[in-house]
């Protein structure tokens, strides 16, 4: 019985989590800036992309001469 409500729950939660409409990612899209918000976030993983790899050489060469 509690696989079914849950289940039931989790069917209704869905449902409404599907209706909802994204008007400002739609209006960002129509205005181009979409654009500019997934350049801003590449560059953001890129640098901490980049932030892991040189922390990471850091503490191997720091492992190695110990």
Avoid at 32 to 56: E, N, S
């Amino acid at each position: 019985m509690k696989k079914l409500i849950s289940l039931l729950t989790l069917l209704f939660f869905a449902f409404f989590a599907n209706a909802q409409e994204i008007t400002m990612a739609d209006v960002m899209k129509e205005n181009g800036k979409i654009y500019v918000v997934i350049a801003v976030m590449l560059t953001i993983l890129a640098g901490l992309v980049l932030y892991l790899v040189r922390l990471d050489r850091k503490i191997s060469r720091l492992e190695k001469n110990k």
